[in-house]
């Protein structure tokens, strides 16, 4: 019985979310990034997991708000058999008609939400409404680290934080006086260690890039070898300042 309610949510909600993506003109595709030749973007969703992580606080709220709305609407009867009879469309209004708004909700910030990696970037997009787009470039990046709570380690999701100085970001705190950090959040992923690495090696090779090539050696490059200092040198510099300093007398 349960699974038979279950598929006939999910048919109405697909219903719904088709109608919405028309209405609204989401885009169906998955965000994309300007690539090099050859390069290829992964592109990923929240966990399914996430979505019941969500759905639980969802049933929580229900009950305990519902359970509010009931005990008001038992209440009127105390005072009037027909006052209650009289509130019971508008209990049922008021119980229900929110729960199926904010059911639908949350299935639609799940089936908005993606993440799109390259290797000079990544680009997180939510809403349906307003949909947000947040493009972090992995040079301006300060920090990456994983968020996870008791309850998310119950579903096995993680969040991961990623933290730039005035960069782009979903988000942005203060710290100290002139310094800002921008902060984009890839939420409910199962596999949040080996995201944080790839996004960790891709911010160790941007930073590098500028830099030169590390890999080649001298020979490769003679043109560019680093001039070592020795004892001459620093003589020669001794007798230099020594004659301008005589010239300025």
């Known amino acids: 019985m349960s699974k038979a309610v279950d598929r006939a949510a999910a048919q109405v909600y697909r ?3 088709h109608g ?6 989401v885009p169906d595709e998955p965000p994309t990034l300007p690539t090099s030749p050859g390069e290829q973007l992964e592109r990923f969703k929240p966990a399914e997991a996430f979505l019941r992580y969500l759905l639980l606080f969802f ?6 708000i519902d359970l509010i709305f009931l005990g008001i609407w038992l209440l009127s009867f105390a005072i009037s058999l027909w006052l209650g009879l009289a509130l019971l469309p508008v209990f049922l209004a008021v119980a229900i008609l929110p729960d199926i708004v904010v059911y ?8 908005t939400t993606w993440y799109v990696l390259s290797d000079r970037s990544v680009r997180i997009r939510r809403g349906i409404w307003t949909i947000t787009e947040t493009t972090i470039t992995f ?3 300060q ?3 994983i968020d996870q709570g008791p309850i998310q380690r119950v579903y096995g999701i993680s969040d991961i934080v990623i933290q730039t100085a005035g960069g782009g970001g979903a988000s942005a705190e203060h710290h100290g006086a002139g310094t800002t950090t921008h902060i984009g959040r890839i939420e ?4 949040a260690a080996r995201i944080r690495d790839l996004i960790m090696n891709r911010v160790r090779r941007s930073r590098s ?7 080649k050696t001298k020979s490769d490059h003679p043109a560019t070898q680093i001039t070592r200092w020795t004892a001459g040198h620093l003589e020669m510099l001794r007798e230099i300042r020594v004659a301008l300093s005589e010239l300025r007398l």
């Open 59 to 64: 049933w929580i709220g229900l009950v305990a």
């Open 139 to 141: 040079e301006n990046v």
């Open 104 to 111: 639908v909700a949350i299935h639609l910030r799940y089936d």
């Open 209 to 215: 890039a500028g830099l030169g090539d590390e890999h």
């Open 20 to 25: 919405l993506v028309k209405w609204f003109k």
């Open 15 to 17: 219903g719904i979310w």
């Open 143 to 145: 920090d990456v680290k």
């Open 188 to 191: 409910g992923i199962a596999d």
